[in-house]
């Protein structure tokens, strides 16, 4: 079974940094893109960053470029998330999610999630 | 950005009918869209791709439709384990710009 656990969520400051973690397992990790989606309390679903099966390429929502960084060790079957520069607007549940194979992940029509982890909750807030 | 309208906001619908949930999107996204469904405190489902295509272990009352602008979640005969919020997401750009809409509330009538 296909298994994603988020942690590292919690309060931080206006301006802080934080790093979360999504664990994988019951699949081929390095097979796989990733990404990370959050969601504001209350509110509808944000796609956030997306990493190549590698860990080479990677891409971010413009709400999040520049202050975010999407990394993963595939020898520890993690996906990262280091957040920065952390403003009121980013307090969410963030998820990961697992995205196409690595034979497709760069084409157009393949970046559907499934399946997604319960989420780890950051909360921005002085 | 496309962006992905979903209508309406909340439907209500009484246990074994059909609820019909709507999608458009700004500007034609092809066939690359999905349908998620969230439960209070759970992570979304994936329900279809590919805009008709039901995820592993879906049920078959679930069907989408539409290619284009305009997309169709079919519930046939609501159980009550469907009632939840739908959100649709496009994926139809490379580099990636994914965007989703903003969810409909389907309520127990």
């Known amino acids: 079974e296909v298994q994603l656990v988020e942690s590292g969520g919690v309060v931080v400051q206006p301006g802080g940094s934080l790093r979360l973690s999504c664990a994988a397992s019951g699949f081929t990790f390095d097979d796989y893109a990733m990404h990370w989606v959050r969601q504001a309390p209350g509110k509808g679903l944000e796609w956030v960053s997306l990493i190549s099966w590698d860990g080479g390429s990677t891409y971010y929502a413009d709400s999040v470029k520049g202050r975010f960084t999407i990394s993963r060790d595939n020898s520890k079957n993690s996906l990262y998330l280091q957040m920065n520069s952390l403003r009121a607007e980013d307090t969410a549940l963030y998820y990961c999610?697992?995205?196409?194979?690595?034979?497709?992940?760069?084409?157009?029509?393949?970046?559907?999630?499934?399946?997604w982890g319960q989420g780890t909750l950051v909360t921005v807030s002085s | 950005e496309i962006v992905m309208t979903q209508s309406p906001a909340t439907l209500s619908v009484s246990p074994g009918e059909r609820a019909t949930l709507s999608c458009r999107a700004s500007?034609?996204?092809?066939?690359?869209l999905a349908w998620y469904q969230q439960k209070p405190g759970q992570a979304p489902r994936l329900l279809i791709y590919?805009?008709?295509t039901r995820a592993t272990g879906i049920p078959a009352r679930f069907s989408g439709s539409g290619s284009g602008t305009e997309f169709t979640l079919t519930i046939s005969s609501l159980q009550s384990e469907d009632f939840a919020v739908y959100y649709c997401q496009q994926y139809n750009n490379w580099p990636p710009r994914i965007t989703f809409g903003q969810g409909t509330r389907l309520e127990i009538k």
């Open positions: 999610a697992k995205g196409p194979e690595r034979s497709s992940w760069h084409q157009i029509g393949n970046n559907w999630f499934d399946p």
């Open positions: 590919g805009a008709s």
């Open positions: 500007q034609s996204v092809s066939s690359n």
